[in-house]
Structure formats: C-alpha cells, structure tokens
C-alpha cells in the first residue's frame, strides 16, 4: 500500500508557475504510476496529467497540455506537477493518485485506488 502527500500549492497571479509535489511513503514506490487531477467548486474530478511506463513518456488533459508537466525523482519517492502560464480556471484542488496497472493512458479517477488529502492552487486575474 503508498500514502501520498501533496504540498506546494498556494495562491499564484495568472501567467505564474507553482510546482506541486506528491510525496509517497513505502520502499515500492517504483511499481506505482502517478496521476495528477484537479477539482473545482461545483465540478467533477478531472484528469490533468499521468506517467506511462512503457516509454517513459506523460500524457495531459488538453486544458493543460505545453503548460503542465509531470515528473518523477524515485530516489526521493516524489512526482512532481511543474506548473506555467496559470490561468484562474486552474483554480482547483489538485490531486495526486496512484495505481497498480503496469502502464495505462486512462484519464479515469477509478484507475486509481490510492489518493492524497488534496492541495489548494488558486490563480487570481
């Protein structure tokens, strides 16, 4: 089982970069994927990033995508989520999240059984 801890968020002007971490807990954090999800006031869940294992590579909700990146430092048990060019509809709850599955491009909250408490990104006009 893997706790996360997300922390970094905070109150940006738009056109301003946060980066967001997610900590997790467990010496097999190698075997998870980590994905990035955010929630709005009075909206539903929605996917903003997540890591592939079989090339390496991340996948971004368009909303994001050339903004956001996701990275992952393994020695330090830790993804990150760079943030540029905040816009106010990033406003949100960020979430990090992790699964099992070996490789997925799902964009799903029910891919992913483990979650953070949440951290507060707000982007003022």
């Known amino acids: 089982q893997v706790q996360l801890v997300e922390s970094g968020g905070g109150l940006v002007q738009a056109g301003g970069s946060l980066r967001l971490s997610c900590a997790a807990s467990?010496?097999?954090?190698?075997?998870?994927?980590i994905g990035w999800f955010r929630q709005a006031p009075g909206k539903e869940r929605e996917f903003v990033a997540g890591e592939r294992r079989s090339d390496g590579s991340s996948y971004y909700a368009d909303s994001v995508k050339g903004r956001f990146t996701i990275s992952r430092e393994n020695a330090k048990n830790t993804v990150y989520l760079q943030m540029t060019s905040l816009k106010p509809e990033d406003t949100a709850i960020y979430y990090c999240?992790?699964?099992?599955?070996?490789?997925?491009?799902?964009?799903?909250?029910?891919?992913?059984?483990?979650w953070g408490q949440g951290t507060q990104v707000t982007v003022s006009s």
């Open positions: 467990g010496r097999t954090f190698s075997g998870y994927l």
């Open positions: 999240a992790a699964t099992t599955y070996y490789d997925t491009t799902s964009t799903s909250p029910s891919t992913y059984g483990y």
